[in-house]
């Protein structure tokens, strides 16, 4: 079983940065590629970026630039650090894993395990 707990989340003025981690606890298995979604008011729940244990990398192209992944395998955390924020990216961010191999590069429904989401809410 997979267990993800985000933080990091909070208000920010537009331009600025953040940082979200996400840990996971593993009792099985061994994590094979996390990633981060994210979901809007009235939003439909959307990939904004994810790492493979390979070190394999996808962004969103809204994201491609400002943010960046990255994760630490032998602590099971995965981080996205956010910059020049903007209001767009206001959303409910949300961690995910999978435990076996899936499509690259991922997809929502590759991922079995998510976090409760973290609120990032960029001000203009």
């Known amino acids: 079983q997979v267990q993800l707990v985000e933080s990091g989340g909070g208000l920010v003025q537009a331009g600025g940065s953040l940082r979200l981690s996400c840990a996971a606890s593993?009792?099985?298995?061994?994590?094979?590629?996390m990633g981060w979604y994210r979901q809007a008011s009235g939003q439909q729940r959307e990939l904004v970026a994810a790492?493979?244990?390979?070190?394999?990398?996808n962004y969103a192209d809204s994201v491609k630039g400002r943010f960046t992944i990255s994760s630490d395998i032998r602590k099971n955390t995965v981080y996205l650090r956010m910059s020049s924020l903007k209001p767009e990216d206001t959303a409910v961010y949300y961690c995910?894993?999978?435990?076996?191999?899936?499509?690259?590069?991922?997809?929502?429904?590759?991922?079995?395990?998510w976090g409760q989401g973290t609120q990032v809410t960029v001000s203009s």
């Open positions: 995910a894993a999978r435990l076996v191999a899936g499509t690259n590069p991922p997809s929502l429904a590759d991922f079995d395990y």
């Open positions: 593993l009792t099985i298995g061994s994590i094979e590629a």
């Open positions: 790492i493979t244990s390979g070190g394999s990398t």
